[in-house]
């Protein structure tokens, strides 16, 4: 039996993927996590005439992995840095459509492909659904770090408010969770984010850190799949 959660996903990616990935376009970007799961399960119900016209730009080793396995052509953004639409996962999605993403450790390659695309757009299921970031995602905001920089901007992220930020560590491995690029991860709970904007160029000002999981002014459409199996559509 899938779980209302799992249908949730499964509708938003289903509905997305139907009203954004167009016949003629020809790049499309990846995102990553469990909802994109879906998304590259609808992709493959295409017509594969035209799959094989077109070129799928993965966002991580897992979304690399589910694009391969469906036998779909990859390529990335220094080949093709001009994307159609890219359809992305959130964490969390506020009602401006600013996203908290990295939950998955993967933003950084996420937050390229959602910037060189025309479009934008984010599935997700109705636990992902807030008003202002931090309502729902306790976590906190992902920051990819180099490692060596580190502790310096663990000790910066406190300065700037955040007294529980902390090196997401490894489940299956002992030490840090190390990225798809090599490096660290830092959630930072930063409370209620009323203005993401700015605690975007907060973060981002920190030296050693690469990527904020903070996705500001970028997505145009979220569809979130709702509990009674219906798909709610939040527009800019
Ligand atoms: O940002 C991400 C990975 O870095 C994911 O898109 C985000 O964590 C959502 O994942 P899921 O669809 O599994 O809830």
């Not at 035209?50 to 589910?66: D, E, H, M, W, Y």
């Amino acid at each position: 039996m899938t779980s209302l959660i799992e249908q949730a996903k499964q509708k938003a990616a289903y509905q997305a993927v139907d009203e954004h990935v167009l016949p003629t376009h020809r790049v499309i970007g990846v995102g990553s996590g469990s909802t994109v799961v879906h998304v590259v399960a609808r992709l493959l119900q295409r017509d594969p005439e035209l799959n094989a016209k077109t070129v799928f730009i993965p966002t991580s080793f897992q979304s690399r992995g589910l694009l391969l396995d469906g036998g779909l052509t990859v390529g990335d953004v220094e080949q093709y840095p001009d994307i159609d639409v890219t359809i992305d996962g959130a964490d969390e999605v506020d009602a401006q459509l600013n996203a908290i993403k990295g939950g998955g450790a993967a933003h950084l390659q996420e937050k390229v492909v959602a910037e060189a695309a025309k479009k934008f757009v984010i599935v997700a299921d109705y636990r992902k659904d807030s008003k202002v970031l931090g309502e729902q995602w306790l976590k906190g905001v992902p920051v990819e770090v180099v490692p060596f920089a580190w502790r310096a901007v663990l000790k910066k992220l406190q300065a700037q408010g955040s007294n529980d930020a902390k090196l997401r560590m490894a489940v299956a491995k002992a030490g840090p969770v190390v990225t798809d690029n090599g490096n660290f991860i830092i959630d930072a709970p930063f409370g209620l984010i009323n203005d993401p904007v700015k605690c975007l160029r907060d973060i981002k000002l920190i030296t050693g850190v690469v990527e904020v999981g903070l996705f500001c002014n970028m997505a145009e459409v979220a569809y979130f799949g709702c509990e009674d199996g219906s798909v709610t559509i939040r527009t800019k």
